[in-house]
């Protein structure tokens, strides 16, 4: 055991020696931004309506040009304006055949009943005494 005075875990933390440490910068890669260039040009072809797909495909090809120009920023600027209008595309692609089709779906299932109520009742209209001949 060890009895010796000033101890030196006791000691302020003025008065003892710090070491300096290394200073550590961390430098990341830049991240390459995206231009979503193919599903702008899918969705170009496949339907484009309200020219969403055309949109889209304009903001991708400005991000591609200014990715290769170098000016990341506003390539990841472009970029996001290019894939908001590809999901704005896109949904209003897969969700307007999706809603004619549960309207017709819906208009079938509709004049099908309408068909079989005007049936009953030309039915009882045109043959009212079909019970009493029996």
């Known amino acids: ?4 005075y000033p101890r030196e875990d006791y000691l302020p933390m003025s008065s003892r020696k710090q070491e300096p440490s290394p200073t550590v910068i961390t430098v990341k890669p830049p991240v390459v931004p995206r231009d979503y260039m ?6 170009t ?4 309506l ?5 949109v889209a495909l304009a903001y991708s090809v400005k991000a591609r040009d200014q990715k290769v120009s170098g000016d990341l920023e506003a390539a990841h600027r472009y970029g996001s304006k290019a ?5 704005l595309a896109t949904v209003w ?3 307007l055949p999706l809603m004619l089709i549960a309207l017709v779906i819906t208009g ?3 004049l099908s009943k309408l068909a079989q109520e005007s049936m009953d009742f030309l039915a009882y ?3 009212p005494n079909d019970d009493d001949k029996k």
């Open 108 to 110: 079938v299932l509709h």
């Open 50 to 54: 309200c020219c969403l797909g055309f």
């Open 125 to 127: 209209r045109l043959f």
């Open 38 to 43: 193919i599903w702008s040009v899918f969705n």
């Open 1 to 4: 055991m060890d009895t010796s």
């Open 83 to 87: 894939r908001c209008y590809n999901v």
């Open 45 to 48: 072809i496949y339907m484009n």
């Open 93 to 95: 692609n897969v969700v």
